[in-house]
Each structure stands twice: as structure tokens, then as C-alpha cells.
T-cell receptor
Framework: DAGVTQSPTHLIKTRGQHVTLRCSPI?????VSWYQQVLGQGPQFIFQ???????GRGNFPDRFSARQFPNYSSELNVNALLLGDSALYLC?????????????FGPGTRLTVL | AQSVTQPDIHITVSEGASLELRCNYS??????LFWYVQSPGQGLQLLLK??????LVQGIKGFEAEFKRSQSSFNLRKPSVHWSDAAEYFC????????????FGGGTRLMVKP
């Protein structure tokens, strides 16, 4: 079975631009979570979606938004990019909505903001 | 609020030596505890997890971890390190009432000397 896939792999944007990152979960997984990993730090939770509904939101500004589609894939959108948004964005999928459901992480999208 | 501390930013061990990576967490109830490994340019791979029961848990690649409630710790151990274990290791905590959200520590970078 294919693992979690993310696209694009790398992305370079300039300040003020908008970016959309995409994630396809493992088949049968209904929950998708997004994390931001700044270089040298641990991942930080941004959003969780389960059955197309937002189930959790981390401490990120409203410039960050996400959605989940009927096929359970997900998009993360970031508006008005800042230099500090440069990071590895990780997507994770799991079968259920509980903390004991194992999460499987994708390889990430490396975003560079110039 | 949950928090995770990994006191050691970098650790260097010789191949064949034993390893212990420290993790301390802060959470009011019984947490769900995880250890993940991240190789350069890769996503996160789950090594092991603790939800309840036996406080010594076995994981993949010969790793184990022990949950000590009195010390709020969940340290990762391996009796004999291999060069391929060189990577970044992250401790994370989840909760029964927080969906899939994980709070990660800052990570420990393991280097292995030949």
C-alpha cells in the first residue's frame, strides 16, 4: 500500500504570496493532520481534519487554513507568506480521531520563502 | 497544556555502545507517549508508543522505552547502537481528549562514531 503522499516536494515563494500544499492519506484513513517543522525544531501542530470537519487547531494565525475533501485528501493554504513560514510541512494520516490511533507521516513539503 | 522536553540537543555515541535519550513531559492525566525517528529529508517514523499497561514498551529496530509516572519521563533506550541509527529522535505526547494532536519535543540529534 502507498504511504502518505505530499506535493510538491519543494517550493520557493516570495513574501506576500500564497501557497497551497497537498496531502493524500493512506487508503482507509479518514483523519489528516498538518504540522510545521522549522529547521532545528520539533514539529508543531497546525490542524487536524476528520471526516471533512476540523477537529483541532494549533496556535497559528488566520493566514493558515485547511480543508479536507470527500476522498479524505487535504490542502493546507497559507496566505501573505512571511519569511518565518519557511519550514518543512508534514502531513500525517490515521484511521480514527483518537490519540491512540497511530499516525503515519508523509515525507513533507519543504517551503522556502524569500 | 501539554509540553515535552528533550534535554539533550545532540548526543554522540560509539557504534556498539548503549544509548539512552531523555524525554520529560507535562500533562495532567495519563498521556499517550510516542518516540519518532527522522532521517535527513525524511518524514517521521514511529518507533514505539505507550498508552497504558506495562511501563516498558518494545519498539522497532531494537528500541525500548520506559514510562515512569513519578518522574514524568519516557526515556528511549537501545543496548547496542548501529551506524544506521544516526538520525533525529523526537518524543511526543498525545491525549485522549485532543484528537490526533501531538505535542513534540525539540528533538535529539544522534551521531554515531565508528
Amino acid at each position: 500500500d502507498a504511504g502518505v503522499t505530499q506535493s510538491p516536494t519543494h517550493l520557493i515563494k516570495t513574501r506576500g504570496q500564497h501557497v497551497t500544499l497537498r496531502c493524500s492519506p493512506i487508503s482507509g484513513h479518514k483523519s489528516v493532520s498538518w504540522y510545521q517543522q522549522v529547521l532545528g525544531q520539533g514539529p508543531q501542530f497546525i490542524f487536524q481534519y476528520y471526516e471533512k470537519e476540523e477537529r483541532g487547531r494549533g496556535n497559528f494565525p488566520d493566514r493558515f487554513s485547511a480543508r479536507q475533501f470527500p476522498n479524505y485528501s487535504s490542502e493546507l493554504n497559507v496566505n501573505a507568506l512571511l519569511l518565518g513560514d519557511s519550514a518543512l510541512y508534514l502531513c500525517a494520516s490515521s484511521r480514527g480521531d483518537s490519540g491512540y490511533n497511530e499516525q503515519f507521516f508523509g515525507p513533507g513539503t519543504r517551503l522556502t520563502v524569500l | 497544556a501539554q509540553s515535552v522536553t528533550q534535554p539533550d540537543i545532540h548526543i554522540t555515541v560509539s557504534e556498539g555502545a548503549s544509548l539512552e535519550l531523555r524525554c520529560n513531559y507535562s500533562y495532567g492525566a495519563t498521556p499517550y507517549l510516542f518516540w519518532y525517528v527522522q532521517s535527513p529529508g525524511q518524514g517521521l517514523q514511529l518507533l514505539l508508543k505507550y498508552f497504558s499497561g506495562d511501563t516498558l514498551v518494545q519498539g522497532i529496530k531494537g528500541f525500548e522505552a520506559e514510562f515512569k509516572r513519578s518522574q514524568s519521563s519516557f526515556n528511549l533506550r537501545k543496548p547496542s547502537v548501529h551506524w544506521s541509527d544516526a538520525a533525529e529522535y523526537f518524543c511526543a505526547v498525545g491525549a485522549s481528549n485532543a484528537g490526533n494532536m501531538l505535542t513534540f519535543g525539540g528533538g535529539t540529534r544522534l551521531m554515531v562514531k565508528p
